[in-house]
């Protein structure tokens, strides 16, 4: 099925298995735009108590909304509408942002960015060019995902734009600063990643005991604030 | 919280497993919990458990403990020759020890994945809402990791309730040659109509890195028609992408929340339990059912399941 929401983008729902449903924004325009669109009908999805029982997942990508419910609960064909009313019924522009942005101070190169320096061969960029053109940027949060409380921030000033690395690390440190694609995010949990790392925030993104354990939410506004190597343990327990 | 046993042999990976978090993938948390969650079910229903109690999770070869006080306990899952103090103890079935007995499991021949559970569970951190362990980052479990030699297993408290005996009709048989149904996934299209028929024709062969996260399969070469990048978007346990150099991958369990890889088909939740046990080096057919077909088979079993455990679900 296909449609157009109002005043939003064209967008085609289709099947996930037998219990899924993906509805996928077919005319990506502005990514900030589409990725907050998406996280705002996902969001509508899990907020949606007459659903709640047969809702299991409501997750959006950068440019998508899966639907995942429990059949024995709704049927497929109630799950399908309700996923196209969340569609029409969400206003499409989210990107007005209320809140203070969050400050998060990163320390650039070294041992704390990896990837920082054939970063700037490949862009052909000298550290300082890289430094203040990733930290000019205002950034959002567009989504959440891939490893846990992962914030994929945009948009990324396209002369940092590089492709993922060819053989993903086993382990990526909490805090890292990475880039890839027209993207750039920050790991709040050591993981596996594929992501350039350039460097790494010592403030602390996740605390496992908290009950929303993740400091970024989708539609928060990022600023990155370099710091030196020498403030990197003093800033150790600051907390955005 | 009381000791229960120590870890003298931690196994291959043996690691804090209950029935995972669900309902978080939005936040990037994977579901994680068992990869066989009828095999979960089985050994904490014998044991009057709830069915996702946490329980241990041991794969391919299991752990050897010694128990630090009484305990009541139950194997289910893949046959890894359990022996109490020497002596071979029989699967599905409620088994008292007593202090300063040793548990060993040994290598599986078939099936990949047993569970130990514990009366009234064992102990893990507890992260948001659920014991389980999701080594990648560390989270949940013991210290989020697979158990090592001197770990010592703390009960975790909960209230069992009357046991349950397990018909022999509940207990999977497993094999080295899978047939596991699936549906098609919402970028099936992505790849040629003869490639698309070729994924559900082959055997695949499950490659040697198969874990928690999931299971490359070689075999069929069923490379993209073109490889135009997609953008990140959702992936579940049960998933199969279809990544550029053609060697499908099904998620699993630990599956990440969003891929950036055509997602071709999608296992039906009947089946997932049963990938939960394939083996690096067995093989697997996908059988192609629709949406509609998957979804009645699904519930229709999970009605045959409900007759001796009603509050097991596959979704």
Not at chain 1, 40 to 52: D, V, W
Not at chain 1, 167 to 186: C, K
Not at chain 1, 211 to 239: N, T
Request: hydrophobic share 45%; charged share 15%.
């Amino acid at each position: 099925m296909t449609g157009r929401p109002q005043s939003g983008p064209c967008f085609e729902i289709r099947s996930f298995g037998e219990n899924g449903w993906m509805a996928q924004i077919t005319d990506l325009g502005d990514i900030v735009a589409t990725a907050l669109y998406a996280n705002a009908i996902a969001k509508s999805l899990r907020m949606n108590f007459q659903l709640a029982a047969g809702i299991i997942d409501a997750v959006a990508g950068i440019d998508s909304v899966t639907l995942r419910f429990n059949p024995a609960a709704i049927n497929a064909k109630q799950a399908h509408q309700a996923l196209a009313d969340a569609i029409g019924a969400t206003p499409f522009d989210q990107t007005v942002s209320a809140v203070k942005p969050i400050e998060i101070p990163v320390c650039y190169g070294g041992e704390h960015g990896p990837d920082f320096d054939d970063l700037c061969t490949y862009l052909g960029l000298t550290p300082a060019q890289l430094i203040s053109a990733h930290t000019s940027g205002a950034y959002r949060v567009l989504t959440l995902g891939f490893a846990p409380g992962f914030a994929y921030l945009g948009p990324l000033d396209p002369a940092l734009a590089a492709p993922r690395l060819d053989t993903p690390r086993q382990r990526v440190e909490a805090g890292a600063v990475g880039v890839a694609g027209p993207f750039t995010g920050v790991y709040p949990l050591a993981s596996p990643g594929g992501w350039r790392i350039i460097g790494r925030t010592p403030a602390r993104l996740f605390d496992p005991k908290a009950p929303s354990p993740f400091l970024f939410e989708p539609g928060a506004e990022v600023r990155f604030v370099p710091i030196e190597a020498s403030a990197f343990s003093s800033h150790r327990r600051f907390a955005p | 919280m009381t000791a229960i046993a120590e870890i003298l042999s931690p196994g291959l990976f043996t690691s804090v497993q209950d029935s995972g978090r669900a309902g978080l993938r939005h936040l990037g948390v994977p579901q994680s919990g068992a990869a066989d969650r009828l095999s979960l079910a089985c050994a904490n229903a014998a044991l009057g458990n709830p069915l996702g109690a946490s329980a241990l999770e041991a794969t391919l070869t299991g752990p050897t403990l010694k128990f630090e006080c009484d305990v009541s306990f139950c194997i289910a899952g893949a046959d890894m020759s359990a022996a109490l103090n020497d002596k071979t103890i029989p699967l599905y079935q409620p088994i008292e020890a007593g202090k300063g007995n040793i548990l060993t499991l040994s290598a599986a021949k078939i099936g990949a994945r047993s569970y130990i559970a514990f009366r009234g569970g064992v102990a893990g951190e507890n992260f948001l809402g659920s014991f389980s362990t999701y080594s990648p980052a560390a989270l949940g479990g013991i210290e989020g990791r697979a158990l090592k030699k001197g770990d010592h297993l703390a009960g975790a408290g909960l209230k069992a309730l009357s046991a349950q005996a397990i018909p022999r009709s509940l207990r999977p048989q497993f094999t080295h040659d899978f047939i596991l149904r699936a549906s098609l996934g919402p970028d099936a299209a992505m790849i040629k109509p003869a490639n698309l028929e070729k994924f559900f024709a082959s055997a695949w062969s499950v490659d040697r890195r198969a874990g928690r996260m999931g299971a490359r399969l070689t075999g069929a070469d069923i490379a993209l028609a073109d490889a135009h990048p997609m953008n990140s978007s959702a992936v579940f346990p049960g998933t199969v992408q279809c990544p550029p150099d053609g060697a499908p991958f099904l998620l699993l369990a630990d599956a990440q929340t969003l891929g950036g890889y055509p997602r071709i088909a999608q296992l039906i939740a009947a089946d997932l339990p049963l990938a939960g046990q394939i083996r690096p080096g067995d093989r697997v057919w996908f059988r192609k059912v629709s949406a509609e077909a998957a979804c009645d088979i699904t519930l229709q079993k999970q009605a045959l399941i409900g007759a001796s455990l009603p509050a097991f679900s596959f979704y």
